[in-house]
């Protein structure tokens, strides 16, 4: 098959494991057996059942649909019109679904989980840490931990690559040292033990447990997951005590501004109101670590192999990296202005987006549209199926065209935010947006300032949601070549 006409959710490695099939618009419940699961996020555990609530039977109309998780029922959320009134809700009518007792292992009760008065001191502790004023002072880190990846890929000149992993250790070194200001080498131990983690939670998330049983026999998971999440702990400690010694030694006059700087101020705060917990900051860095990591790793992924394919458009991109910065690093003012890299960072996120759906509850019986839905029924908001949804983005859905983000992103979904939000939506929107799109488009311009790239033909497609979309077995690059500069000059 022709890798440019491949449909991006599609694997080329059939099997009962992989069947990866999208279906926004089931009107009624899907029937999947637990051997053919989809990775499909809110789709995973969609049983087909015989009986329905009386309720529930006025939620299985058009592109929403009921689905169950083990025990607990979502309502899957696809319809532009109920996304935007549940995400951009500011009664808090619909706070963050019930997160799962593994989730909860590895996020705590920082920002993404938590509701209420400390969600609110929480997201201005990480929106003033990730501002504009501290993101230009992040670059420098940024640029110089490219430069550490393009040191690394000099001795795979000529050969294949596999940038999956190369970026898992360059998204690792940037948040290490732009929030904590440390190094990858440093956290690595943390990210280790959050990876073994994640593996963990995959494994069990969706498993069905005897409510209490824990108290009288635990599986080795749930052992083992305990000590991470000590171990965990005990190395954020240690990189907390050590900026705390910095300023005990008068080695710095203050903690910082960067994240890790913003929590410990916050943690000593005279203020009562605005001071977080010990337990709160060490959630709050595992938290950034976590989310600071593996989404803009997966963005950073994807967008490599969709250039890989499409060499025309690595030239567009190619040329718009030279004509902004030259040969020179990349600037802030530049990266504002890159607007074919934007398109395909959007394009690239439009068809895998890094968080596949997210996750509501419905607080007290609500009345929405046409539906009644009850309470504690959690919501399922599918972004996925709407970056997906032919009757938004026409018949050609499937297919890489950045050019439809030519007159932005406003136009392109014909001015519905709901039909496009790979961060989010609402008061909820992704606080690493910038940051991560800057990380972004520094890393594309400096790979693309010094290599051209294929696909490898070893590479096997294989999108699977491990806490992110991920390729499954990595994205191999073929044959990364020197860019000759000065050739590259002369004939453009
Ligand atoms: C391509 C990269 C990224 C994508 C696609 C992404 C996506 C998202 C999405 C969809 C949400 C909303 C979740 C919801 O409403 O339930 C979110 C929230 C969040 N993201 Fe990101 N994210 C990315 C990078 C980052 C980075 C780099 C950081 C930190 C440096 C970060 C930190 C957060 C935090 C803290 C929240 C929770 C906000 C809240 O609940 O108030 N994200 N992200």
């Not at 999956?164 to 280790?192: C, H, M, P």
Request: hydrophobic share 35%.
């Amino acid at each position: 098959m022709d890798t440019r006409d491949m449909h991006p959710l599609d694997p080329s490695e059939k099997n009962d494991r992989t069947v990866l099939s999208l279906a926004p618009c089931a009107s009624t419940l899907l029937l999947r057996s637990s051997r053919s699961l989809t990775n499909y996020g809110g789709l995973r555990f969609a049983y087909k059942i015989s009986w329905l609530h009386r309720e529930s039977e006025a939620l299985l109309t058009g592109v929403n649909y009921l689905s169950w998780y083990g025990p607990k029922a979502h309502f899957v959320v696809s319809e532009p019109k109920l996304v935007k009134e549940i995400l951009n809700n500011k009664d808090r009518a619909y706070p963050k679904g019930d997160i799962p007792a593994y989730f909860r292992l590895l996020l705590g009760n920082g920002v993404t989980t938590s509701e209420g008065e400390k969600w609110t001191k929480h997201r201005k502790l990480s929106t003033y840490a990730f501002n504009t004023e501290n993101l230009k002072g992040m670059i420098p880190a940024m640029i110089s931990s490219v430069e550490m990846l393009l040191e690394r890929w000099k001795q795979y000149e000529g050969r294949e690559i596999e940038v999956y992993q190369e970026f898992r250790l360059l998204t690792s070194e940037v948040i290490s040292r732009t929030a904590f200001g440390s190094s990858y080498l440093e956290g690595k131990n943390i990210f280790d033990m959050l990876t073994k983690l994640s593996l963990i939670i995959n494994r069990n998330i969706y498993k069905l447990r005897l409510p209490g049983i824990s108290k009288f026999w635990r599986t080795e998971d749930e052992i083992e997951s305990e000590k991470l999440v000590k171990g965990i702990h005990h190395s954020v400690m240690e990189i907390i005590k050590k900026r705390e010694e910095k300023v005990k030694n008068g080695e710095t006059d203050g903690f910082g501004n960067d994240f890790l700087g913003v929590l410990v101020n916050a943690y000593r705060d005279p203020d009562e109101k605005k001071r977080i917990s010990i337990d709160d900051l060490v959630d709050e860095c595992k938290t950034f670590y976590i989310a600071g990591q593996e989404s803009t790793n997966s963005l950073l992924s994807w967008t490599i192999l969709v250039l890989a394919i499409h060499s025309d458009w690595q030239e567009e991109a190619r040329k718009e990296v030279f004509k902004t910065f030259g040969q020179q690093k990349p600037n802030l003012d530049g990266i504002a202005k890159l607007r074919i890299v934007s398109m395909i960072i959007n394009e690239t996120l439009r068809l895998y987006p890094p968080v596949l759906g997210l996750i509501r509850k419905v607080e007290t019986d609500v009345q929405i549209g046409q539906l009644t839905l009850p309470a504690n029924i959690n919501l399922y908001i599918a972004n996925m199926a709407l970056h997906h949804d032919p009757q938004i983005w026409g018949e050609d859905v499937h297919l890489f065209k950045p050019e439809r983000f030519s007159e932005g992103v406003a136009k392109a979904t014909n001015n519905n935010p709901a039909a496009f939000f790979p961060f989010g939506l609402g008061p909820r929107t992704c606080v690493g947006l910038n940051f991560a799109t800057t990380e972004a488009k520094i890393t594309l311009s400096m790979i693309l300032q010094k290599y051209l790239f294929t696909l490898s033909p070893t590479y096997i497609h294989s999108p699977y949601e491990s806490v992110t979309l991920c390729p499954r077995n990595g994205v191999q690059s073929a044959n990364i070549e020197a860019l000759d500069i000065v050739a590259y000059r002369e004939f453009n």
